[in-house]
């Protein structure tokens, strides 16, 4: 299984970089703070099409369980950014760490610690895997988020509430 797994991302790998013409990804120098950013990876909007597409092969719920995954490591590197502004606002930290990540509009509809609610409409994700599957890419980026923030684990579920907006509640555990 393992062995599959790592052949798929290998072969997503290869295809994008292909795309982008055989070039390694340079590091990066921010000089409003004055510091490599080596850390961050800036991928094509393709590449979560082409890692869900590769990840069907090794079954459904394994492609769920990993791009929640994956989504839930994207979101605790977003909430570095934010974890010294405290939580009185919770709402104005989401927006910002979720348009620094550009998956879609974010509008929290209860910001209580305890159980979180968000909208998301014009999600990148429902643009490129389909209205009729489950964003676990996307929850996974807003629990990750979430759990950096408030340091404190969430279950998640999604509801599907137009062809791209989506609910995700946010349960502490």
């Not at 997503?12 to 970089?17: A, I, N, P």
Request: with cysteine.
């Amino acid at each position: 299984m393992l062995e599959k797994l790592s052949r798929a991302l290998q072969k997503v790998w290869l295809r994008e970089c292909h795309k982008r013409g055989n070039r390694p990804m340079d590091d990066f120098y921010d000089t409003d703070i004055g510091v490599q950013t080596s850390d961050i990876l800036i991928l094509p909007s393709s590449f979560l099409g082409t890692l869900w597409s590769e990840l069907q092969k090794v079954g459904n719920d394994d492609c769920r369980r990993i791009m929640f995954t994956c989504g839930h490591t994207v979101g605790q590197s977003l909430s570095a950014n934010y974890a010294g502004m405290g939580t009185d606002d919770l709402d104005m930290i989401l927006n910002q760490a979720w348009a620094e990540a550009g998956l879609g509009h974010l509008f929290v509809l209860d910001s209580n610690p305890d159980k979180v609610i968000v909208k998301l409409e014009n999600l990148l994700e429902v643009a490129i895997i389909g209205a009729d599957k489950n964003c676990d890419f996307t929850a996974g980026c807003l629990s990750g988020v979430l759990e950096g923030l408030l340091q404190q684990p969430y279950s998640v579920v999604e509801e599907m509430v137009g062809e791209e907006t989506r609910l995700f509640k946010f349960d502490k555990k």
